[in-house]
């Protein structure tokens, strides 16, 4: 939610109070930056109606919501379960294209220069050696610890788009994208594999490069202990 600003959080609230006739507040499995999209995104929320037929109210809450939003599915949890505390793995993809796409303008970062992908992939290697990433990390952030676990990080290049994955416990706010920042610069050939190590190292934002444009970010899975539709 945002003060006088609209956001998924706040129609999706909207819409469940509406039809089901009761304040309803979700909670989200975390919070992406501005204009940065999901394609698999989790949030929970608590009802005192005992019966709801989740099709019924998913295919309800589609026709009501805007185009920008779509709900896949709504399943009913155990009471403890939390959409935010409860996920061990997140994966982003940052998508680039390296030749001007029209119909991909809003969705992907545009390149014109060569850049070296090999290189990208050895320094996008060198993340699953660190836990702490402050040098990725916004500022004034209310987070207790910048310590993340990353699991994976590599580029593939699909006929002409570049696509960046990146899979941790959790992240940072901007961390991403900071992450490809710098790493771009690596590839244009500004910055070494030792100097993208020391910018980890030096827990400094100012160290490292500016963030990548947000409209080219996507969270593509969350990952849970439990499935998603277990109920006891």
């Known amino acids: 939610m945002q003060p006088k600003t609209t956001t998924v959080q706040g129609v999706i609230n909207h819409a469940l109070s509406t039809l089901l006739r009761e304040e309803i507040n979700i909670v989200g499995c975390g919070r992406t930056d501005t204009g940065v999209h999901a394609k698999n ?60 796409d029209p119909f ?17 992939n050895i320094a996008a290697k060198q993340l699953l050696n660190y836990i702490d990433f402050t040098s990725f990390s916004k500022v004034d952030t209310e987070t207790k610890t910048n310590n993340c676990k990353i699991y994976e990080a590599n580029w593939q290049q699909i006929d002409y788009k570049l696509i960046f994955t990146i899979s941790a416990d959790r992240f940072l706010r ?5 992450i490809v920042g710098t790493l771009l610069e690596v590839g244009k050939g500004k910055l070494s594999i030792e100097g993208f190590n020391d910018i980890i190292m030096a827990k400094d934002r100012c160290k490292a490069k500016s963030s990548a444009s947000a409209q ?5 899975k969350v990952v849970y202990p439990y499935s998603i539709n277990q109920t006891n």
């Open 216 to 220: 080219a970010l996507f969270l593509t």
């Open 104 to 120: 991909d303008f809003n969705h992907s970062l545009r390149v014109d220069q060569k850049l070296d992908i090999e290189l990208m």
């Open 41 to 100: 995104f989790v949030a929970h929320f608590d009802s005192q109606i005992d019966n709801i037929h989740e099709t019924n109210l998913a295919f309800k809450l589609n026709a009501f919501l805007p185009k920008e939003i779509v709900i896949h599915d709504i399943a009913k949890m155990h009471n403890d379960a939390h959409s935010r505390f409860d996920a061990t793995k997140r994966t982003y993809k940052y998508f680039i294209s390296l030749k001007k």
């Open 174 to 178: 901007n961390m991403v994208r900071a």
